[in-house]
């Protein structure tokens, strides 16, 4: 079969099966967050933890909650690499170094998982599992709980309550991404992941070498790694070292598994508001995002310029042969589409286009179909800047699903749209003006300017891939792309949770057939508009110094 | 109610449209450079500090380049200020009306004393004679007058005003024609009607609405994006070897940042009300436009809005063995004399003509008798009236009545007619005749609007005092929606509670002094010029002209309004696209060669390029000001057709129009020596 032909039958089979789980996921998921039962582990969870769990919280509460319980996770998560050395499994590492500590520690609890370490040298199997992977699970469960405050708040009228942050995080981990990921790591042991507690063998190869393979508990990493779009890699190489993703099939369910939850919350958002349709056009948005990055990367890497490479039929530099070129560049763009982050091959040896795109992928606000939650909640917050204008157009004071949008209501949404740009920008540019921030540089040109551009895209974004060719741990970068990855996370958060209290407060204005309809095609296409231009736009300046002054030279 | 006041039909004030005035306009607009007034408008605002800072570098490093920028930057800001000061112009020449009408006038009190108008306080009690201006506003307390209100309505025909009543409330300013009547005042010293309309149409009292915050928050934060993104170029810009001259950053940000919308937002809301003024109607708040574009309920009183303020004679009917020429022969003669419009309508039905009635004496309509007629010369004695009382006429003069009366009179009462029963008593005997059949006529034109309303997702409720059964069958004939029939002052406020729970927008008009406390609860409460005061107080709006039916116009205003906003916010967003491929290559094909393949445009040279940028930028601010004041064109329709063609031409055109602009001013600037 050929590369092409390969690159439509997988992405064919992930659009087949995305869609086929879409619905009972969503579905359950909405049940998940409306059900007024409690399981039994979830009410000792909650006695341990003294939690009224059927006390519904104001905004500022749930907002609390969610901030407090990520602050701790940070601290809990920095002490135990920083005691690393004096706790069991550690595997005879030492303690981490602060810097990095605090950089991990902030990367993992805020869904970012950028790693300015390589896992197999840094990490015992201690810190990977009670820190790392508990941190995969609850970023990813905060994440979730944030979003489906905001659709509470566009499904609830005259109250100010948007539920209870605790149960809602509980249920995240006990109801979706703990049975999902079980499910999930057992396909991948299957496959041929790594699942064992191990130090790690020394081998000796064909050739006579000796090598150390280290090994451990990859599978059950990697399951939430990639459903919880965390990206944390178990092994430096990431998804493209062999234990991690060891063939074309795994590699391939681990997009699915990247993609599944991100695309299946806006049926859940319709599901609660009420309206299936209006999830189906935040879908239909995020699938018409994800189709276009998708081709063009694609075509970007197919048409790859140079004899060398027009000899190999594409761009091949960075990649792993058993997964060839359409299933690196299908990898490449869900997991900066998604808030993963993790690889399985270098976004730094793409053509220059195929670098730009997955740079554009994240600067887009990762909403196509974005993080688990943040996705839907980022996505959610552009819909409202869209219908804002588009409504005004039809003369009307603007709604979305019977919500006006006021002065207080537009003042979150913009300011959200404003955050991760200014996050991202000023991050980049106090980099490129410092010498701490040019040393790290392996690259001159261009090339080291989107490297530098990557990196700050990626942590303020939360996405967490790295463009490689940074020397990433260093004082300089563990510490602003720290900050770059707390503010890109908690700032969006506490605009996203204030909209939603707002929002709930409101009663419900009718629709009529003066109302701007949100499920038709020509919304879709609207917010799509909005994504690209009022987004996208702010990072052309940038953008146009870097990867594109690279792909029209 | 209005429709008793006989008027000749209402023609709106005569329209300053000729055209902008320009003059007037760039001397208001070189005022507002001051910047303590820029700081409102944060984007032009943004432009003001850039030109500043461009004009102080083209003074320290002097180059033809700079200066032009820094002309045209300083042209924008003015630009942004002459769209404003027109809008605002077109309200000054009708204030200064105004304010001729508010002159210096001596109030005379009831006891004789002289007191001057400024000095009047509510409660007194002033004496006005014909030929005398009324000093302050009022409720008539004493005597019936007729009123010249030109000076307020534009209309020159008078009104009556008297005590007691839904007339009795009169404006300081208008001029007594006739008689004397006792004004109680109402309204404190420089809160009078006439001084607020001053403060409105000067915009004065301008506050921003709901809407333009919101719009302003996101064009706010729009360019604070724009503005980072430019400002963190530089480093990037120096790193790569390509430092721009601040210059040429300050022209990226002007180009970038939402000017055109910015500049032109203040100029779209005083305009919306300046359309408002020129139908007549004051809105006391802007909020309350913005609010007419929301409403989803429209409450309608039945007569003078949807029906012709009279009955009219729709056909004869005849009872017993009496024949149709029998009936309106008699009809005619019984009608003849009677002045009523009712009375009038059934000559005109009959088309009988001019007939000799020597002799005949009119029988006039009382409370008491229920029923007018005339007693012909011989002897025969014509009765019409309500059913109950010519039957009880006929009766009374040993008349029988035939059976089918009943069925004639329930039949036209179901329809929503109002049956009138024709008698005639000669030599001894009586009998009915007939039944004239009177009924509300819609006037002509209303189901296509209620049509249209419908279309535009707004519902209509008839208010009425008849019974549910005629109601409904007006309503029908109408295409009204939804009636309230029977309906008292209490009931009305209970719909527009009941709408206002279910998240809707009520919209209604009325005159009375018991329609106060629904005018006040609706979120669009039109009062009508010649309604009473406590009418006009709760009202946020009041129509001049006192026409029912512009409800319907308020509303396509307030929609017009938020259109033009909402139009021009995208038109300005979708400009930026050309601006990159203008700008970006200009600013750095030098340093990276490939970049050039962004400039599409072929344009000259990087200056000329940045220059045509701004010039455009500048220049698209003058051409959308028109647009501005008049509002983009309207046609009442859903809301999917309506987004779909202002996309279509504001958001496409948006990033299409720039491209042909920016190319067509570079082959112009670049024949500037020193720029190509």
Redesign the interface.
Known sequence: MSAGAAGWLQAGLLVVALVAVHRPLGDWMARVFTSPRHGRVEKLVYRAVGVDADAEQRWPTYLRSVLAFSLVSVLFLYLLQRLQSLLPWSNGMPAVESGSAWNTAVSFVTNTNWQGYAGESTMGHLVQMAGLAVQNFLSAAVGLAVAVALVRGFARTRTDRLGNAWVDITRAVTRVLLPLSVLAAVVLVLGGVVQNLSAGTDATTLGGASQFLPGGPVASQEAIKQLGTNGGGFYNANSAHPFEGPSAWISLFQVFLMLVIPFSLPRTFGRMVGDKRQGLAIVGVMATLATASLALNSWAQARAGGAALQLAGAATEGQEVRFGGPLSALFGTATTLTSTGATNSLHDSYTPTGGLLTMANMMLGEVAPGGVGSGLYGMLVLAV?AV??????????PEYL?KK???R???M???Y??TT??IV??G???A??TAAG?GSMLNT??HG?SEV?YAFTSAGNNNGSAFAGLSANTPFYNTALGLAMAFGRFVPIVLVLALAGRLAQQ????A??????TH?V?FVG?LT?VVL??VG??????L???P??E??? | MTATLERPPVESRPQQRAGIEWGPALVGAVRKLDPRGLVRQPVVFVVWVGSVFSTVLALTDPSLFGWLIAVWLWLTVLFANIAEAVAEGRGKAQAASLRNARTSTVAVLEDGSEVPAPDLRPGMRVVVVAGQVVPGDGDVVEGIASVDESAITGESAPVIRESGGDRSAVTGGTTVLSDRIVVQITSKPGETFVDRMIALVEGASRQRTPNEIALNTLLSSLTIVFLLAVVTLQPLAIYSGAEQSITVLIALVVCLIPTTIGALLSAIGIAGMDRLVQRNVLAMSGRAVEAAGDVNTLLLDKTGTITLGNRQAASFVPVGDATLAEVTDAAHLASLSDETPEGRSIVTLAGLGERDLGGAEFVPFTAQTRMSGVDLPDGRQLRKGAAGSVQTWVRSLGGAVPPDVAGAVDTIAASGGTPLLLAVASGGSARVLGVIHLKDVVKPGMRERFEELRRMGIRTVMITGDNERTARAIAAEAGIDDVLAEATPEDKLALIVKEQDGGRLVAMTGDGTNDAPALAQADVGVAMNTGTSAAKEAGNMVDLDSDPTKLIEIVEIGKQLLITRGSLTTFSIANDLAKYFAILPAMFAGVFPGLDRLNIMRLASPESAILSAVVFNALIIVALVPLALRGVRYRPSSASAMLRRNLLVYGVGGVVLPFVGIKLIDLLVSLIPGIA
Do not use: D, H, N
Request: net charge positive; proline share 6%; no cysteine.
């Open positions: 800047i804002f204008v588009a409504g005004l157009m039809v003369g009307r004071t019977g949008l006021g002065g209501e537009m003042t949404a913009s300011l749209v404003l740009p200014a920008l000023i980049t540019a106090v490129m003006a040019r040109g261009s300017l551009l009663g419900r204005t009718p009529t057939a003066g109302t701007l309809p038709q020509l609207l508009a231009v009022v736009l702010t990072y052309f300046p940038a146009s110094l870097g594109l002054a792909a029209l030279s």
